[in-house]
């Protein structure tokens, strides 16, 4: 007989509709202070041929290996990240150097540093560049000895005023399900910023969840060592280090960081036997924060604000790890009205900021589907269809609706559920006292779910099924694609906010031609959604981009 839990995995339906995923280990008790030898794996790509010409070179094993980032930018700072891989025997440290320039050749240089690495840290560099000018694209490039890393381009926030602002969304990247299509089409996008809303990788041994791409290493991931090796094989990735290369990331994480339908006190699939969860989690924090460019000014805590001047606010929040109490069924609910998904500190933190914001746009980002996902029942009533989501807090949602009601333009960003959706969020969608979706009356906000970069939905009639029943029993569900990868663009002006989202064909080597799929307008001080048939033009002043993009490595 197969195991549910195993059924679920092999048929793509993890983490979707009334399914729970699956996934977790153990940690190795290794402190997280500790120097650790360099384990990752940087061995060449063991097909290096690609469709559109003659094999290419083996992957360097030394030097730049894993490309270059940058992320949390405001008006005079932002993060860039790379990370040096030395020769053995192995030093104890190295020093790397950074040039920051205004030209893609390097020419008009505006900052110089040295930092030095160490095993400490996974030999990994982040540096806060300092004293730069408000809404400008800068070029930089790190060096240590003879190696010299990808140029990459980056871009500080506005401090004031900006007619006009475009932001990539993307989540879920299962590097077993597939090929990053998705990031190599983002980095060729003029966009000022990438939000990336959770499971930039995933924790599950080679197998246990896809099987187009083998895992490094080959087991769940529970150590330091192991979330190490996880990320160096996905920066190795060259359609991973080209949208990286060329575009800032805004960053927040969701279960498959540390380990699937993870909350506060534990996850689904960790118990006892694998050791304590808060030292599980405290060495996924520490990898997390070692290869993304972000800032964090307590340990595990990344909910954060950045402005992007007067029109946008982004509100980045954790609903996974930070405060969510443990996910309940549907017997339970309603039973403790104090039950949070971001815990009391951080629901106070973002009451206050929405209601302090004067930004025209308040953009959260966040992980899992705030608006309702309902299935009809038997007796003709309505019941959630995923606990996991803010459906399974629905005491908590009553709260984030009191903060946004009332609050100019708030526009929630969601991943997670590997699928397109456009939601109009209202209180009771059902009661047409409250909520007429005609007009869009009894809307406080909206909300828009990105699909996986590779993360399987449902495809075929069962897809469509799916979708039809959302439709069916959500009449504030405009959209839903489950079929689909792909990701959003979001489009902003003082008057409205333009979104557009795009599909590709296919996550196979063969596949990955991109379309624009619907599009949609938000105006200004009206919280609704009204369709869009085209998607918005780019800028016709986009900044070059950064040179040589690594080229792609498909197998044939």
């Known amino acids: 007989m197969i195991k549910r839990r195993d059924w679920l995995k092999r048929t793509g339906l993890v983490g979707l509709g009334t399914v729970v995923g699956v996934g977790c280990g153990d940690d190795d008790g290794t402190p997280i202070d500790a120097a650790v030898p360099d384990v990752s794996s940087d061995a060449p790509v063991a097909d290096a041929g690609t469709d559109a010409g003659p094999p290419l070179p083996p992957l360097p094993t030394v030097g730049f290996v894993h490309g270059v980032a940058s992320g949390d930018p405001v008006p005079d700072a932002v993060v860039l990240w790379t990370r040096f891989t030395p020769d053995a025997p192995l030093p104890a440290d190295a020093d790397v150097d950074l040039i920051v ?3 893609a050749a390097l020419t008009d240089v505006v900052l110089t540093d040295t930092v030095t690495t160490d ?16 809404s400008t694209t800068y070029y ?6 003879a190696f010299s890393s990808l140029v990459g381009r980056t871009k500080t926030a506005p401090a004031l005023e900006v007619d006009r602002l475009r932001f990539a969304v993307m989540s879920c990247a299962s ?10 089409h983002v980095s060729e996008l003029d966009v000022d910023a990438c939000l990336f809303l959770g499971d930039y990788i995933y924790e599950y041994a080679t197998g246990g969840y896809g099987d187009e791409r083998p895992y490094e290493p080959d087991h769940e991931i529970v150590s330091i060592e192991d979330y190490r090796r996880r990320y160096a094989q996905y920066r190795r990735d060259p359609d991973l280090q080209a949208v990286h290369q060329q575009h800032p990331f805004l960053c927040v994480w969701d279960d498959h960081e540390s380990a699937n339908n993870a909350h506060r006190d534990g996850a689904e699939n960790h118990d006892a036997s694998e050791g304590d969860w808060g030292a599980r989690k405290a060495v996924a924090y520490q990898a997390y924060l070692e290869w993304m460019p972000i800032r964090s000014d307590e ?3 990344i909910w954060r604000k950045l402005s992007y001047g007067t029109m946008a606010d982004i509100l980045l929040l954790d609903t996974r790890l930070w405060g969510r109490d443990e996910q ?3 017997a339970e609910l309603g039973l403790d009205p104090t039950r949070s998904i971001l815990g009391a500190d951080q629901e106070l933190w973002l009451a206050e900021q929405l209601a302090e914001s004067t930004a025209t746009w308040k953009l959260l980002g966040q992980q899992v589907m705030v608006g309702q996902w309902d299935s009809e029942s038997s007796d003709g009533g309505y019941i959630p269809t995923n606990y996991d989501q803010w459906d399974g807090y629905p005491d908590a949602r009553r709260r984030l609706f009191e903060a946004l009601d009332g609050v100019d333009n708030p526009v929630v ?25 005609d007009t869009g009356m009894g809307s406080i906000g909206v909300e828009f779910v990105t699909s996986g970069v590779t993360s399987p939905g449902v495809e075929g009639i069962v897809g469509t099924a799916i979708e039809n029943a959302a439709y069916d029993a959500n ?3 405009r959209y839903v694609n489950f079929k689909q990868r792909g990701w959003i663009v979001l489009d902003l002006s003082a008057g409205e906010l333009l979104t557009d989202y795009f599909v590709v064909d296919g996550v196979r080597a063969d596949q990955g031609e991109a379309s624009f799929a619907i599009g949609y307008t938000v105006a200004s001080g009206l919280p609704r959604l009204v369709e869009r048939t085209a998607p918005s033009p780019a800028r016709t002043d986009a900044p070059p981009f950064a040179p040589d993009p690594p080229p792609r490595r498909l197998p044939r």
């Not at 095993?119 to 408000?134: C, E, H, M």
């Not at 969601?414 to 047409?432: K, N």
């Open 119 to 134: 095993a400490s840290r996974d030999w990994t560099v982040k540096i806060d560049a300092a004293g730069l000018d408000p």
């Open 101 to 103: 320039a205004t030209d």
């Open 328 to 330: 309940i069924g549907r």
């Open 413 to 437: 960003l969601t991943g997670d559920i590997h699928s397109h959706w456009a939601l109009e969020l209202t209180a009771d969608p059902h009661d047409p006292g409250r909520y007429d979706p």
């Open 175 to 184: 590097l077993a399900h597939g090929y990053f299509h998705v990031y190599r």
């Open 299 to 301: 340990p595990g805590k």
């Open 140 to 145: 930089f490039q790190f060096q240590s000895g």
């Open 475 to 477: 009449p504030h569900i």
